[in-house]
């Protein structure tokens, strides 16, 4: 891992390091602990999430790993030809992403899933350096408006000039292609907000693209 993009000891944000003392107190097998990103550093698809999840990445340490969201993530992933397998039950199940990298905003677990604008921008730092070093030409996904406002804000842009929409498409910095998709979360998907349909049209549009780069 390289350490310019994650610290697995970082404690900069005093409510969500205080936050995970007192979940790992309550949970001593949980991982509780910064999650690092997942997947190929060459990979031409980046996927950006929110956070880690109380009862899935931040127990298991892999992102998106152990929780509802991740089971629309990973059977999708897996349809299009990104993951070795339609579900990522556990760190050590032997899951591969291929061509892929999953990282998150924020990569400690905040209270209610709702980290503060201030724990946005203090983890900030990791994803510039993460987007920094990607190889152009890559794709980037946004699962939702905090974590495409996140993507804008680490490259320094103007949020104005980017509005987040499902299934809109920036061309970002000359540098990349920035998509949005609704997060893939319990309450998007319960609620009709963001169908397995609109989710998978996403990433058909990503694989399309990457393609399209390829050649």
């Not at 003392?21 to 550093?41: A, L, N, T």
């Amino acid at each position: 891992m390289n350490d310019s993009i994650f610290n697995k000891d970082c404690r900069l944000c005093p409510r969500l390091a205080q936050f995970l003392d007192v979940v790992k107190d309550r949970h001593p097998e949980y991982y509780c602990r910064p999650v690092p990103p997942f997947g190929d550093f060459k990979a031409r698809l980046l996927i950006v999430g929110l956070a880690p999840g109380m009862h899935g990445a931040n127990r298991t340490g892999r992102p998106f790993t152990g929780d509802y969201a991740g089971i629309l993530l990973y059977k999708t992933l897996h349809k299009f030809g990104f993951s070795s397998r339609p579900d990522s039950v556990s760190a050590s199940d032997g899951l591969k992403l291929h061509n892929c990298r999953i990282t998150n905003s924020v990569k400690c677990l905040p209270p209610d899933n709702k980290p503060a604008g201030i724990e946005v921008a203090t983890c900030n730092a990791w994803l510039a350096r993460e987007l920094e070093l990607l190889p152009p030409p890559v794709v980037v996904l946004a699962l939702g408006g905090i974590a495409h406002r996140a993507v804008i804000k680490a490259l320094r842009l103007r949020q104005a000039a980017y509005k987040f929409g499902h299934a809109a498409e920036h061309t970002v910095d000359g540098r990349f292609l920035l998509l949005d998709s609704y997060h893939c979360s319990r309450y998007n998907t319960n609620t009709g907000r963001l169908t397995p349909e609109m989710f998978e049209a996403v990433f058909a549009r990503a694989k399309e693209l990457i393609l399209r780069n390829a050649t």
